[in-house]
T-cell receptor, first 113, second 111 residues
Framework: NAGVTQTPKFRILKIGQSMTLQCTQD?????MYWYRQDPGMGLKLIYY???????DKGEVPNGYNVSRSTTEDFPLRLELAAPSQTSVYFC????????????FGDGTRLSIL | DQQVKQNSPSLSVQEGRISILNCDYT??????FLWYKKYPAEGPTFLIS?????DKNEDGRFTVFLNKSAKHLSLHIVPSQPGDSAVYFC??????????FGAGTILRVKS
């Protein structure tokens, strides 16, 4: 029962580098989300998707891009890494957009130096 | 603009006693509330939820209370167990599933 799988678990980037955080789910959920969690803060929504081919910005989208070509995968792209993007990133998915819980992956801890 | 606030960063409780975690919100349009539990190096896991049409929801040792007039919800864990030691996040949403999270409360249950 894999659920939501995120790779990598840890990564160190240099300022200006780019990378893609991978997220895949095997629950056939239409809704997928990317969050970041900074120390002492709650999770903040970066981007979300309501189905393949449809994405929209969340609360903190600057510096990130997403795509959703399949139901299963929702990668998050950092184009020009900045120290402010040092954070723990969580991907989540849900079956419904109303009244149902989101299921989270175990996160990617990203440091930008 | 913190719409969901958990004002206690941490809480320490003796095993077997009640743990009460609190959450306040400012947006009266929120109509669905959830609690998540998070262990270190893992993602948050869903614990319990409540719709705004209810004022109480129970699931085993966990009960969530909602006071809409005070814009306040609480999570009661009875009895508390050492395995309950984790970070607890309160979250809220209005129509649609874009959750707004609180900053979390660290619960330590001492044996």
């Amino acid at each position: 029962n894999a659920g939501v799988t995120q790779t990598p678990k840890f990564r160190i980037l240099k300022i200006g580098q780019s990378m893609t955080l991978q997220c895949t789910q095997d629950m056939n959920h239409n809704y997928m989300y990317w969050y970041r969690q900074d120390p002492g803060m709650g999770l903040k929504l970066i981007y979300y998707s309501v189905g393949a081919g449809i994405t929209d910005k969340g609360e903190v989208p600057n510096g990130y891009n997403v795509s959703r070509s399949t139901t299963e995968d929702f990668p998050l792209r950092l184009e020009l890494a900045a120290p402010s993007q040092t954070s723990v990133y969580f991907c989540a998915s849900s079956y419904t957009d109303r009244g149902g819980p989101q299921h989270f992956g175990d996160g990617t801890r990203l440091s930008i130096l | 603009d913190q719409q969901v606030k958990q004002n206690s960063p941490s809480l320490s409780v003796q095993e077997g006693r009640i743990s009460i975690l609190n959450c306040d919100y400012t947006n009266s349009m929120f109509d669905y509330f959830l609690w998540y539990k998070k262990y270190p190096a893992e993602g948050p896991t869903f614990l319990i939820s409540i719709s705004s049409i209810k004022d109480k929801n129970e699931d085993g040792r966990f009960t969530v209370f909602l006071n809409k007039s005070a814009k306040h919800l609480s999570l009661h864990i009875v009895p508390s167990q050492p395995g309950d030691s984790a970070v607890y996040f309160c979250a809220a949403s209005k129509y649609g599933n874009k959750l707004v999270f609180g900053a979390g409360t660290i619960l330590r249950v001492k044996s």
